[in-house]
């Protein structure tokens, strides 16, 4: 029997609109920073005992629909063999930068025997969800190629994208063959997610409104479309989410996902004109309206939830990004206790 996120993810009738959240232990709980204390990001995300217990805490404290794997998208980059740290207030930095084909064919390609650490924390947060939290599933994930291309062609995080730019159109070939080996990598991490218990997956392409529409579909779109592709035996919902993304929607969508996420810069109405009959919608109340007092939030809320339900497909909500660190690590749990009372409220009137 299917949750009620996976439910909503494939258009079929659900009882409420499910919750969850991007980012969701992020910083903005004490009891996250406190288990964190001590060790590296890298250094935490292949620690099965730090994964799943982060990975939870927010289902135990929100109540939200949907568990995110806790990780991080240069993750498999590390387990490839490629030096990066992520360094706090940065960022992932690339020791090594990717910038020629000498640099390609030293990149490895990730195999599942170098992530046996994942596939047992999804083991671990599964069983505890299905012992505790049985409607309550579990989303995989993993960075987009042009996202993951980005990081390791600029060396870390980049303001403008130039050097990433610069080769796709500069060499477009060397371009092309660098996504397509990452997006091995992020079929091959989300696939051994799926196999051990994950209930559906979000590709994370974050930088992808960085480019304009000719060029997302000439670029990036066939190497995003190639993921969702290789994990469609999997029959699990595919998430698609990416930031500044409103002119790609329609691309987006045309890439293989069952959900396209929305961030909070565009109307959900809008979204839906955008993107495929049948697929579904996730997003996407701004993160810095958690900010805002309770009572101006809550009709945002019940819009959301309405333009939601509009929808002719399903709707998963979500922020339109995510949680912000100095977020009041109250308020999520409020904005779902909102959600489910009035989506049950307008699905029964």
């Given at each position: 029997?299917?949750t ?9 009738t659900?009882?409420r609109?499910?919750?969850?959240f ?39 404290r929100?109540?939200?629909d ?6 991080d998208?240069?993750?498999?980059l ?11 207030g940065?960022?992932p ?10 640099d ?12 046996t ?8 947060v599964?069983a ?5 939290h ?10 987009a ?14 303001r403008?994208?130039?050097k ?15 996504l ?5 990598m992020?079929a ?15 590709l ?12 997302y ?5 066939p ?19 990416g ?9 987006m ?9 929305v ?34 939030l ?8 309405r ?10 909500f979500?922020?339109?990004?995510g949680?912000l ?12 206790e909102?959600?489910h ?9």
């Amino acid at each position: 029997m299917n949750t009620t996120l996976v439910s909503a993810a494939q258009s079929e009738t659900v009882s409420r609109t499910p919750v969850w959240f991007m980012r969701q232990a992020g910083r903005s709980l004490p009891e996250y920073r406190e288990l964190r204390e001590g060790t590296t990001m890298l250094g935490a995300c292949r620690t099965p005992d730090l994964v799943s217990e982060i990975t939870l805490q927010p289902v135990r404290r929100h109540g939200v629909d949907a568990a995110i794997f806790f990780s991080d998208i240069v993750v498999p980059l590390e387990a490839a063999g490629v030096s990066v740290e992520i360094v706090p207030g940065t960022g992932p930095v690339i020791e090594h930068p990717v910038r020629t084909r000498a640099d390609l064919d030293r990149l490895e390609d990730l195999t599942p025997d170098a992530i046996t650490d994942i596939a047992e924390s999804i083991r671990r947060v599964r069983a505890e969800l299905d012992a505790k939290h049985p409607d309550t599933a579990l989303i995989g994930f993993a960075g987009a190629p042009f996202t993951v291309a980005s990081y390791l062609i600029e060396g870390g995080p980049s303001r403008n994208h130039e050097k990433t730019k610069a080769m796709m159109l500069g060499d477009p070939q060397l371009f092309s063959d660098l996504l397509a080996k990452l997006g091995r990598m992020s079929a091959t991490f989300i696939d051994v997610q799926v196999s051990a218990g994950a209930q559906a997956f979000q590709l994370f392409d974050s930088w992808a409104g960085y480019l304009s529409a000719a060029d997302y579909r000439r670029f990036v779109l066939p190497h995003s479309a190639a993921v969702f592709s290789s994990l469609s035996h999997h029959a699990v919902p595919a998430f698609h989410f990416g930031v500044q993304t409103g002119e790609l929607l329609t691309d987006m969508a045309s890439a293989g996902c069952d959900v396209v996420g929305v961030d909070f810069r565009v109307d959900l109405a809008d979204a839906s004109r955008r993107v495929r009959p049948g697929q579904a919608l996730q997003g996407n109340l701004d993160p810095a309206l958690l900010f805002a007092p309770w009572d101006v939030l809550r009709p945002r809320i019940e819009e959301i939830v309405r333009a939601g339900l509009d929808h002719p497909g399903g709707h998963v909500f979500n922020l339109g990004h995510g949680v912000l660190p100095t977020t009041d690590p109250a308020i999520p749990g409020l904005i779902v206790e909102e959600v489910h009372r009035v989506s049950q409220q307008l699905l029964s009137a």
